[in-house]
């Protein structure tokens, strides 16, 4: 059936009339347009969904979330047969979040289940804790993360809290993938009496659990006065996290007006990304225009964390996810060994695409690090096996995600902001600002560079070009990068030679301590190029790189 078939089958009426006469609109319109809306299903891939809003079976609608919830139903009730099912979902700003929020919950009350449904907008981390909380057996969250407008998600949980893994992650999507038609989702039965809404009873547990991870209060106390912005790009951060700056004691915290509205259309950024510096444009500013000591960012769905601090010049400077990151790493295992709690044997994990100045962090204080894929999952999994037998301090990755405490398993941006605000607290302590602590681990562990450049290639075409680059890297790699000799390649293909799940990701590492990771995103339609670099040097070594892998 090619997709012009495909795309005729929805106009009929089991089909809204909205629905209906957008397609027929389509039909006679772009055939590019119908092709991509209809040429594949909208993979549920082993996080959920995500992609463009808009009719047709590889769109996100009120249709595929409604039989993804129907294929996640059928597998929750084979993995639980005894009953008694509760699953928790939630939602961020972005638009038709709530929609999907209340049909997600509406398909899983028809198949029996008790929902515990969020009143309003909450960051994702929330919706992890929850699940952990009034012991769910699964739960959802509605959101694109951090990907531009047009797009929205669906992230699939477990009952420990963490996005799913293997077995369940291939057997649900297995379970998926039977859902062929609207008319297999259940949604009979008295859906409303198993929803309940839920929110600020949570959002209380929540952040008690957060402060109780606090490692200098007096720190605080001292600097309770010092000057921070914080913005929500008119995501859900905007509920808790100067909240909990609030509670934990500091008195200065500013948020940029404009953007604490909650608008999926993000009206004030082109993409609403800490990780791109448009995005931190207008907390810059009010931080130049106030003096504030730094600000930070969350994006829509609040687990992700970008921040800029002032540095020596008294200019605001932009930290990537590898330094504040390395930097928060430091400063727990500081701490904690000051605390004299690192006797206990605790571990810390980052991921394979992440800077290796974490390794040598952890090193100095005779931590372990594991390292895994790309993914919070991968460091939740990690989490849930040493659960009760080892204590986990922190994770961390690249894509500015990060997590202490093991009542979340996701990264967190509330977590985040409160433990960079103690963490200036505590360099203040020291005579230092942030900038200068970065300096500082620098000048201890030596000069460690990163940098990524991603590569979009939108549509069926990209997809294909993007493979087609994987497959040129696989069968001729580089032998020399930025004049240094490769000496060894890990395909993440093979993973009876890495110890770890298949992955679709290539490193290279060179003589002269020299790495570059390559991989194709998982929710974007993007191939990822990740450098980084050691020495005095290493800014002009990553300039190489980025040539090299550029031409």
Known sequence: ??????????????????????????????????????YRNLEFGTGGLRGIMGVGINRMNRYTVGMATQGFSNYIKKAFPAGGVKVAVSYDSRN??????????????????????FENIRPTPVLSFAIRELKCQAGVMITASHNPKEYNGYKAYWSDGAQITSPHDTEI?????KITDPSMVNFS???????????????????????????SPDSVKRHSDMKMVYTPLHGCGVRLVPRSLK???????????DQEISDGDFPTVVSPNPEEPGAMKM?????????????????????????AVRDNDGKMVLFNGNQTASMLMYYMLTRWSELGKIENAPYVVTTIVSSQLMHAIAAK????????????????????????????????????????????????SVVTCSLIAECAAWAADQGLTLYQLMDKIYAEFGLYRERLVSVVRKGKDGVEQIQNMMKEYRENPPSVIAGSKVTKIIDYNEPEKTGLPKSNVLRFFTADGGVVAVR????????????????????????????????
Not at 283 to 294: H, T
């Open 1 to 38: 059936m090619n997709y012009r078939e495909i795309a005729l089958q929805w106009t009929g009426p089991q089909y809204d009339e909205k629905t209906r006469m957008k397609v027929n609109s389509m039909l006679h319109g772009d055939p590019k347009e119908l092709e991509d809306a209809f």
């Open 96 to 117: 038709h979040s709530k929609e999907f929020a209340k049909i997600t919950a509406e398909v899983f009350a028809a198949n029996g289940f008790h929902v515990y449904l």
């Open 173 to 177: 999507i297995e379970e998926v993938k």
């Open 189 to 215: 039965g008295e859906q409303a009496t198993r929803i309940e809404l839920i929110g600020e009873d949570i959002d209380r547990r929540y952040l008690e659990s957060i402060h109780s991870l606090m490692l």
């Open 247 to 257: 509670e934990l004691g500091f008195t200065n915290v500013h948020t940029v007006a």
């Open 283 to 307: 907390s810059v500013e009010l931080a130049e225009k106030i003096g504030a000591d730094f600000a930070m960012a969350s994006d829509p769905d609040a687990d992700r964390v970008g921040i």
């Open 365 to 412: 204080y005779g931590v372990q690090i594991y390292d895994v894929l790309t993914g919070f999952k991968y460091i939740a999994e990690i989490v849930r096996n040493n659960e009760g037998k080892r204590i986990f301090i922190c994770g961390a990755e690249e894509s500015y995600g990060f997590n202490a405490g093991e009542f979340v398993r996701d990264k967190d």
């Open 520 to 551: 194709p995103s998982g929710t974007e339609p993007k191939i990822k190029f990740y450098f980084g670099a050691k020495g005095e040097n290493a800014n002009d070594t990553l300039d190489q790189m980025v040539n090299e892998f550029s031409k």
